[in-house]
């Protein structure tokens, strides 16, 4: 599906701007316990920053930027040996606090510390070549389902924690994500998100040559480099084309653009209403609209990651919002066809495609606008993806057409 397939203007484009965002990218470590396959992150023993750096950053944050929650990353933040008390903080804060982690390291008694600090959420990063060991290893994206479902489960049996995965989609993976996607529907009740991240490398076919500052650099020396050749523009179109020949329903109803191309789908989000055994439907760009609106009226933010509680009121959202968006209209009708639904509790939950850097023909490199995954460096605000560039080169590396 060519990218032209969607139109942006019938897309809710979502109103983040790198000031008032729904979300900001704290990284308290940037050591890790796995190496996956396409991490933009160089893993690095004994690099976790103090509190007060923490502390810090954050305060940077609050400065600078409004939002919802704060994602702690890494590095795998779990191993940080006091991320039960920067979780206590950012709670503290009025921030929501959401772990991106892989999991190798929760475990219920972990878990209920991180509930009593505040925790609001986890991201759990699970896909097949992150090369872990055990049972999981060799296994693919369906098989790992069931690594997911434990996580997902561990965090239902806890209560109250909002539990999401993201997974990094490759040439010979995106064939998996309209199953991925379907697990996540018959898990809808404890499954609140699933991202699917397109795979971005330096390889040597790309017809650039790298600068720092006026200084031309070796492309190897790159952190994120490949050797070999690796097919490194896949687009959030080219995994929902995937998706919709399994889903032909399936439908987005918000965005955000590329810097440098208005009309791509940088962060493509998709919204859904259901149960486990149906899903009424899809809703459109006006539901969307609405709870960004509603939410930053009320409490002076974009909304980030909604509780279990919210996700859980999709009979009261569909009876009472119908009016205000047609993909709501189409998901009440559908649940109404059998009147006895309504004793049934409806879960929201969202799909959600990111395209990182995409490169012009010129050179030009085209972000997210509006990312959410912003981090702090030196004091100032830049975009974690890209972060090792500033440790590496002191600034963000320039992409050049060669001759």
Same mark, same amino acid.
Request: with cysteine.
């Given at each position: ?18 000031? /008032? ?19 933009? $992150? ?10 007060? =750096? ?7 944050? =609050?400065?600078? $930027? ?63 070549? =992150? @090369? $872990? ?25 806890? @209560? @109250? ?47 650039? /040559? ?67 055994? &149906? ?20 409490? @002076? ?24 968006? &047609? ?21 929201? =939950? ?7 850097? /995409? ?45």
């Amino acid at each position: 599906m060519p990218e032209k397939i969607l139109d942006h203007r019938k897309l809710y484009r979502l109103p983040w701007t790198l000031p /008032d965002n729904a979300i900001s990218w704290l990284e308290p470590t940037a050591m890790c316990n796995l190496a996956c396959d396409g991490c933009y $992150r160089k893993n690095t023993k004994n690099s976790h920053k103090t509190l007060e =750096q923490v502390k810090h950053e954050l305060d940077v944050f =609050q400065k600078n $930027r409004n939002s919802d929650c704060i994602s702690i990353a890494g590095g795998d933040p779990l191993l940080h040996p006091q991320i039960v008390d920067i979780v206590a903080d950012i709670k503290s804060r009025g921030l929501k606090p959401i772990l991106n982690t892989n999991g190798a390291a929760l475990n219920p008694a972990f878990l209920n510390e991180l509930k009593k600090a505040g925790v609001f959420g986890f991201t759990f990063h699970v896909d097949s070549k =992150q @090369g $872990r060991g055990g049972e999981w290893k060799g296994k693919n994206e369906i098989e790992l389902n069931k690594l997911r479902y434990h996580y997902a489960r561990m965090l239902a049996d806890a @209560g @109250g924690i909002a539990c999401s995965f993201n997974s990094t989609v490759y040439d010979d993976t995106i064939q998996y994500a309209p199953a991925m996607i379907e697990w996540a529907q018959k898990n809808i009740n404890i499954v609140n998100t699933m991202v699917f991240i397109c795979f971005r490398y330096v390889v040597p076919s790309m017809p650039f /040559d790298w600068y720092s500052g006026g200084q031309k650099v070796d492309w190897q020396t790159i952190t994120y480099h490949s050797d070999k050749d690796r097919k490194v523009d896949i687009l959030s179109t080219d995994v929902l084309k995937v998706v919709k020949e399994k889903f032909p329903d399936f439908i987005p109803a918000a965005y955000l653009n590329g810097t440098e191309k208005v009309d791509s789908f940088k962060w493509l989000l998709t919204e859904r209403v259901g149960t486990k055994n &149906k899903l009424y439907g899809y809703l459109g760009p006006k539901f969307l609209e609405l709870v960004m609106t509603a939410h930053h009226f009320f409490n @002076g933010t974009y909304l980030s990651y909604a509780s279990p509680k919210t996700s859980r009121m999709g009979i009261s959202a569909m009876l009472l919002l119908f009016p205000f968006d &047609k993909g709501l209209r189409k998901a009440a009708a559908n649940m109404l066809k059998n009147p006895f639904r309504l004793f049934k509790k409806a879960y929201f =939950q969202t799909i959600m495609f990111i395209q990182p850097v /995409d490169f012009m023909e010129d050179g030009r490199q085209s972000m997210c606008d509006g990312c959410p995954d912003i981090t702090v460096w030196n004091d100032e605000l830049v975009w974690s993806c890209r972060l090792e560039e500033q440790k590496q080169f002191g600034t963000f590396l320039r992409s050049v057409q060669k001759d």
